[in-house]
């Protein structure tokens, strides 16, 4: 019996068909590609390399953190404030005061002065005080808390009689006098308006300064601060002020003052007799450097000269 071929049986060669028609395929479609659609493919792809990498060349580059540099901080050695109770010399708005000074300079938190402070600060019958209270939820209420238990009786009262009463002293500055006006209005009385504190403090200073503030208007008690200090100045070139030399006196007596006559007019030695020595300055025990004594310490002493 004669072999059956793959034609005979009617089989059909598929695989080997179907693999010479993809090849075929292939072949087909690379030959569509014209080489000059070739070379425009590249330069599109090569442009948009390109604008791809000047991009990313033109993007900011990322922060980089640098190295952590420790901050040095001064190490002070400051005495803790203490308080001792309703027997203590300080006042209660003196001792806050300091107890704010304090945990400025030692950088403290609230919690570090709450919780580590207070209890080496308040001593005797301040102590036996805080152990009593119940924690403490902040600082204004540490302070308010405070301020109940140790200021005075009718604290509030007192002190606004005290600012009625509070004058300056003839041997008060009156820059010093106004700082002074200025802390205890804190105290006293911090809601109230600028100008009933300015004019407190221009009723009450020393009858001196009085002339220089009449009829003047101050925005606040800083603004006459401020012009204290103008006044003061003043106050000092009236001390050096110096008669001019009579006539007889000069080189050039045509220039000096003669008053009409060589005898009319107050002189040297008698202007002298009334301020104090022979050139008429002012008696380093007068009123007048009394009163600004303390502003300027370093003034220069005016000893009397033998008559």
């Known amino acids: ?16 068909g179907s693999g010479g028609d993809s090849a075929a ?3 087909e479609a690379a030959g569509q ?33 640098g190295p952590v540099v420790p901050v040095s901080k001064p190490r002070l050695n400051i005495e803790v404030p203490s308080y001792s109770g309703y027997g203590d010399v300080k006042s209660v708005c ?13 950088g403290a938190s609230d919690d570090d002065v709450l919780r580590q402070v207070l209890p080496v600060a308040l001593v005797g019958s301040a ?20 301020r109940a238990e140790f200021l005075p009786p009718d604290y509030e009262h007192r002190m606004r009689d005290e600012l009625a009463l509070r004058t300056q002293h003839p041997e008060e500055s009156l820059l010093e006098y106004v ?19 300015v004019a ?12 220089y503030l009449r009829g003047r208007s101050f925005r606040n008690l800083e ?58 300055r002012q008696d380093e025990s007068s009123p007048l450097v009394l009163v600004l004594s303390q502003a300027w310490p370093l003034l220069p002493s005016m000893p009397r000269e033998n008559a």
């Open 223 to 280: 603004a006459l601060a401020q012009e204290a200090r103008v006044i003061q100045a003043d106050l000092l070139a009236e001390l050096h002020y110096r008669l001019p030399p009579r006539p007889e006196e000069s080189l050039e007596p045509g220039c000096a003052w003669s008053g009409g006559g060589a005898d009319n007019g107050p002189t040297n030695s008698s202007v002298g007799s009334n301020a104090g020595d022979g050139r008429g």
């Open 127 to 146: 102590a036996r005080w805080r152990r009593c209270q119940p924690a403490f939820e902040s600082m204004a209420d540490f302070k308010d808390r405070f």
């Open 94 to 106: 003196e001792y806050l005061q300091q107890l704010d000074s304090y945990q400025t300079a030692v």
């Open 200 to 211: 407190r403090v221009c009723r009450q200073c020393h009858p001196r300064f009085r002339p």
């Open 25 to 27: 395929a292939a072949q």
């Open 179 to 197: 700082r002074a006006m200025q802390e205890l209005y804190e105290r006293a009385d911090p809601e109230a308006a600028d100008a009933v504190k």
């Open 33 to 65: 590609l014209q080489p000059a659609d070739l070379a425009s493919m590249m330069r599109q792809m090569t442009g948009m390399f390109a604008e791809m990498t000047r991009m990313l060349g033109s993007a900011p580059a990322a922060p980089t953190a």
């Open 1 to 16: 019996m004669a072999p059956t071929t793959r034609r005979e049986t009617g089989e059909k060669e598929e695989p080997q």
